[in-house]
C-alpha cells in the first residue's frame, strides 16, 4: 500500500482465485491446461474452416468466424492468468494490470452481447426475408456490422473501467475471485459505492439486457415464420440453422446476467466464481463443439479440409 493523505491506497492485489483448494493447485492447472488448448484449437478450426471453405463464404459463417476469434480473445483475457497463479502460486497483480485486465473483459464481453444479437438479426432476415436476404446482408452490411459490435462497448466500458479504479482501496487487497471482475472488486472499495453499482446495473441493461431483448424479439419472429411453413422437412431445416445459435444464446447471457444484474445482497464469492467459470472457460470450451455438431455445412467442410490434407 501507498500512504497518501493521511490515508493509504492500493498498488498491487491479490486473486485468491482456487487458493481455498490447496489439494487441488496441480489438478485444477491440469484440466485449466486441457480446457484453453481445446478453446484455440477448436475456434481455430472453425475460423480456418470458414476462411478457406468455398462453401461457407456467407454471413452466417463470417460471422461465426467473429465470433470464434472473439471468443479465443475472450478467453485468453482471464485463462493464462489463472494458469500462472497455478503454477506460480505467486497471485499477485498490480492495479495497473488489474485494471486493464477489467477494461479488456468488459470490453470483449460487450462485444459478445452485440454479436450474438448481429447474428440472430442475421437468422432473422435469413428465414423471415429469404428474397431480400443477398441485398440485406451484403459484404458491406456485415462488415458494417461486424465492426459496430467490435467498438460499439468500448468508450463505454473504458469509462466504467476509470470509474471503478477511481475508488480508493482501503479495505483490503485481497480480490475473492480468479480475475479483475466487477462485484468483487467494489467490495474492496471504502465509503459509499451505491452510485458506481447504479453504473454498473445501468451498463449491464444498456450491453446485456437490451441485446437480449433484440435477440428475443428476432427469434419470436423467426418462430412464428417457421411454424406457418407448409412442411414438416422445411421447418426442421430452417430450425436447425438458428438452433444451435439460441443454444449459445441461452448459456451466455443466463450466467450473465445473473453475475450483473442479480441485487448485491445476493452475491456470494461462491457463486460469483461459479457463474463466471461457467460464461467466462464453460462456455468458450463448448461453443465450437455447438456450431460444427449441430451443422452439418461445417461437419461437411471439416471433412474436405482433412481429405485434402490427407491427399
Not at 440472430?120 to 428474397?131: E, K, Q, S, T
Not at 458506481?196 to 415464420?225: D, M, N, Q, R
Amino acid at each position: 500500500m501507498r500512504a497518501e493523505d493521511n490515508g493509504s491506497t492500493i498498488t498491487q492485489f491479490v486473486l485468491l482465485g482456487f487458493s481455498d483448494l490447496p489439494n487441488l493447485q496441480g489438478l485444477l492447472f491440469g484440466v485449466f491446461s486441457i480446457i484453453y488448448v481445446i478453446i484455440l484449437i477448436g475456434n481455430s478450426l472453425i475460423i480456418i474452416i470458414t476462411s478457406l471453405d468455398a462453401a461457407l463464404q456467407k454471413p452466417m459463417y463470417f460471422f461465426l468466424a467473429n465470433f470464434s476469434y472473439l471468443e479465443i480473445c475472450y478467453v485468453s483475457v482471464t485463462l493464462p492468468r489463472i494458469l500462472v497463479n497455478l503454477w506460480t502460486q505467486d497471485r499477485s497483480i498490480s492495479w495497473l494490470g488489474c485494471a486493464t485486465q477489467m477494461c479488456f473483459f468488459l470490453m470483449l464481453g460487450a462485444t459478445e452481447c452485440f454479436l450474438l444479437a448481429v447474428m440472430a438479426y442475421d437468422r432473422y432476415v435469413a428465414i423471415c426475408n429469404p428474397l431480400h436476404y443477398p441485398l440485406i446482408m451484403n459484404h458491406k452490411m456485415c462488415v458494417q456490422l461486424a465492426v459496430g459490435s467490435w467498438i460499439g462497448g468500448v468508450p463505454g466500458q473504458i469509462g466504467q473501467t476509470w470509474q471503478i479504479f477511481s475508488l480508493h482501496f482501503c479495505n483490503s487487497n485481497q480480490i475473492n475471485h480468479f480475475f479483475c471482475d466487477i462485484p468483487p472488486i467494489l467490495k474492496l472499495a471504502c465509503g459509499d459505492t451505491v452510485v458506481h453499482e447504479i453504473a454498473v446495473y445501468v451498463l449491464a441493461v444498456l450491453f446485456v439486457a437490451v441485446p437480449f431483448l433484440l435477440i428475443l424479439a428476432s427469434y419470436s419472429k423467426i418462430i412464428s415464420t417457421i411454424l406457418r411453413l407448409p412442411t414438416a422437412r422445411g421447418r426442421a431445416k430452417a430450425f436447425s440453422t438458428c438452433s444451435s445459435h439460441l443454444i449459445v444464446v441461452l448459456l451466455f447471457f443466463g450466467s450473465a446476467t445473473i453475475t450483473y444484474l442479480r441485487p448485491k445482497s445476493n452475491h456470494s464469492a461462491g457463486t460469483d466464481k461459479m457463474f463466471s467459470l461457467f460464461y467466462t472457460i464453460v462456455t468458450p470450451m463448448f461453443n465450437p463443439m455447438i456450431y460444427s455438431l449441430r451443422n452439418k455445412d461445417v461437419i461437411a467442410a471439416l471433412r474436405r479440409l482433412l481429405l485434402k490434407k490427407i491427399v
